[in-house]
Each structure stands twice: as structure tokens, then as C-alpha cells.
């Protein structure tokens, strides 16, 4: 299953749905990656600042890869309809009371 990772959270909720599905205790999987429950449970909660290397012990102890693929470039006529559309369009001066 391939899954794309945007936030912190979905990295928390990415190794939560692993452990889950290999029936895998927070307790039995904090062992296996050399980390504590408590550390454990503040990554499947999406916690911003953690060790990067921990993350990866616990994607490997899921047997996880993480592979970092480039996005596709913005569409570089998007600037150029986006003008064609709105650039007739002006302030409108404040009015007079």
C-alpha cells in the first residue's frame, strides 16, 4: 500500500494503521523499534518534534519504506489564465460619504 505523507500526523497515523493491521501492541512495537510507549504514543498522535532516526527504527520495525518522491512542477500557464480571467479586474476606489 503506498500513502502520501504530508504532515506529521500523517506519519503518526501511518505507523498506528500499520501496527494496527500486524496486530501489534504500542507496547510490543516501542520494544521492537528500541523506543518507549510513551515516545511511540506521541508519534501516532502526530507530535512535531521527534527524532528523526526513531521515526525511521519504528518504520523499519513495520517493515515500512519511506521513499521520497519528486511532486509534479505547478502548471506554468496557470499564472497567465489566472491573469486572463482577473486582469481586467481593479480596486474599486473608496467611496465618499
Known sequence: MEMQLH???DVGATVREARV?????QAVLAARAGVSREWLVRLEQ????????LVLDTFAAL??????????PADP???ARWDTVFG????RPPEDD
Open 77 to 79: 500557464s496557470y499564472e
Open 21 to 25: 493491521r500486524r496486530r501489534l501492541t
Open 88 to 91: 481586467g479586474l481593479t480596486e
Open 7 to 9: 504532515t506529521v500526523r
Open 46 to 53: 502526530g507530535h512535531p518534534r521527534l527524532e528523526m532516526q
Open 63 to 72: 517493515d515500512l519504506t519511506l521513499t521520497a518522491a519528486e511532486s509534479e
